[in-house]
């Protein structure tokens, strides 16, 4: 796969975003214990239950995966001028 610029932060951000459509949604929130992949996980699945993503092949859900997965999402819902896609 390729490298995306600024990956790590709009992973961030695709978790920011994420929680607050999971929120939305009647999710009640993350806990202070739950951690990253967990986090990752969780909006992976909420985002193609709800079919705004397409979802993976069942041999390749796994962690990286879905991140990748979530950045490609995240860089299409940013408007063009956003300063992480640049």
Known sequence: MKKVKNEKELLKKALQVGQ?????RGYQ???????FDQKV????RLLVNDKLLIPLP???EN????????????????PAEHPLLN
Not at 41 to 44: D, G, L, W
């Open 63 to 78: 962690g990286v995966h879905m991140k990748k997965r979530l950045v490609k999402w995240i860089s299409h819902q940013l």
């Open 29 to 35: 929130s993350f806990g202070p214990t739950d951690s």
């Open 58 to 60: 069942a041999d390749q």
């Open 20 to 24: 607050v459509y999971a929120k939305n």
């Open 41 to 44: 996980e969780c909006i992976y």
